[in-house]
C-alpha cells in the first residue's frame, strides 16, 4: 500500500515519539530527525510528502527551514508551535508553512492538519484565483461560486458583494488557517493596508449572517491573533 511519507523535525523526545506513534498507526510512514541540520538533509535524500516542523530547534531556526525550502519546494509543511507564540505562527504562515498546531495537540487535530495541508498540495490552484466555480459544502453552509451566493439550510444568506468574497476566499482554502495579512492582500490588492479592523467589521456582519451563535461560530473561526479558518467541508 501506498503511504505518505511525512518527515517530523522535532527535538522533544516525547512529542517526536508521540507524534511517530499516530502517524504509524494512521498508516503513514514517519521519518525522525531531532535537529534542524538532519532534517534539512533527510528533505532531499527521502522526499517526503510534508514536513512537521518544530519551529524551536536548538540547531537552527525553523523559520529558516520554511524560507529554504520554499525556495525550491511546494512541500507541505505544518508547524509546531508552542502557546502563545502568534507573531511566530504568522511569520511562519508569512513565510510559506501550509498550517500549524499549537502545543499541546491531540491526534485527531494532528491528522486533520496533515490531510488538509497534502490534499491543499494536490489540488493546487493559482492563488489570485479567489473565483473557483462549482459549490463548496459544509455543514448546512452552502458557497455557490457560480451564483456567487451563501445559502444557510438552502435559503440566500444575503452576504454583500464584500462579505460573499470573504467567506468565498476562506471556503477556497477550508481546513487551513488564512492570516488577516494574506486576506487583506487577496481581497484587496498588495498595496491595500494592513488594517484587521475591515476584516473584523465584516466578520461580524458575516457571522451574524451565516452563524446560529455569532459567539460560538460553527463554520469560520477565528485563530486568535493569526487569521480566520472555514471549517472543513465533507
Ligand atoms: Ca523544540
Known amino acids: 500500500m501506498f503511504k505518505d511519507k511525512i ?19 494512521n498508516d503513514y510512514d514517519p521519518i525522525l530527525s531531532v535537529s534542524g541540520a538532519d532534517g534539512m538533509s533527510m528533505l532531499t535524500s527521502h ?27 511546494t512541500l507541505p509543511i505544518v508547524v509546531l508551535s508552542a502557546r502563545n507564540h502568534e507573531r511566530d505562527k504568522v511569520a511562519a504562515l508569512d513565510a510559506g508553512a501550509d498550517d500549524y498546531l499549537t502545543k ?31 459549490k463548496f459544502c459544509t455543514g ?37 488557517v488564512l492570516t488577516y495579512d494574506f486576506m487583506i492582500r487577496e481581497l484587496w490588492g498588495p498595496k491595500a493596508k494592513s488594517d484587521n479592523q475591515i ?6 456582519n458575516i457571522r451574524r449572517k451565516i452563524e446560529d451563535n455569532p459567539a460560538d461560530p460553527r463554520y469560520i473561526v477565528t485563530e486568535m491573533g493569526v487569521g480566520y479558518r472555514m471549517i472543513e467541508g465533507e
Open 47 to 73: 522526499c517526503p510528502d510534508l514536513l512537521l516542523l518544530d519551529l524551536g530547534l536548538p540547531d537552527m531556526d525553523g523559520m529558516e527551514i520554511i524560507r529554504s525550502v520554499r525556495e525550491w519546494s
Open 199 to 204: 476584516l473584523r467589521v465584516n466578520m461580524a
Open 104 to 134: 499541546p495537540f491531540g491526534a485527531a487535530e494532528l491528522l486533520a492538519r496533515i490531510r488538509t495541508a497534502i490534499r491543499h498540495t494536490r489540488t493546487q490552484l493559482p492563488s489570485s484565483m479567489i473565483a473557483s466555480s462549482g
Open 140 to 176: 448546512e453552509l452552502v458557497i455557490d461560486y457560480d451564483k456567487h451566493c451563501v445559502f444557510l439550510r438552502g435559503e440566500n444568506a444575503r452576504l454583500t458583494q464584500g462579505e460573499y468574497r470573504i467567506v468565498a476566499l476562506l471556503g477556497k482554502y477550508a481546513g487551513r
Open 7 to 25: 518527515l517530523v523535525i522535532e527535538d522533544e523526545a516525547g512529542i517526536r515519539s508521540l507524534i511517530a506513534a499516530v502517524l504509524t498507526a
